[in-house]
């Protein structure tokens, strides 16, 4: 069980980071270019990074069971990437039309 819930934290870490560096990225390029996908893109990693940053403290702090700390963790995400989803598919279409 603690060999699991290491691996979980371990992982939740490497997401929680690498969601966060690539939001500020893409916060970045969608100030310089006001582009809509951008700023989808931006704010669906920040629900990535929030779920998983949530789901991690819930488990540590051990507040709820460790199943609901991981489905609030994976909602978070799986909006967050339909948010990406969205501003790719949206800057498609714009760029497209022009």
């Known amino acids: 069980m603690y060999g699991s819930t290491s691996l979980l934290v371990a992982a939740e870490t490497i997401i929680f980071v690498c969601s966060g560096v690539l939001a500020s990225l893409s ?11 951008l700023g989808a893109l931006c704010g669906g990693l920040s629900l990535v990074a929030i779920g998983t ?13 460790f199943v609901h700390a991981a489905s609030t963790s994976a909602a ?3 909006v967050g990437f339909v948010v990406v989803t969205y501003g790719m ?10």
């Not at 940053?53 to 069971?65: F, M, N, Q, R, V």
């Open 27 to 37: 916060y970045r390029a969608y100030r310089r270019r006001r582009s809509r996908s």
């Open 53 to 65: 940053l949530i789901g991690g403290l819930l488990i540590a702090l051990g507040i709820g069971t």
């Open 89 to 98: 598919y949206a800057g498609r279409l714009s760029s497209q039309s022009t």
């Open 76 to 78: 978070f995400v799986a």
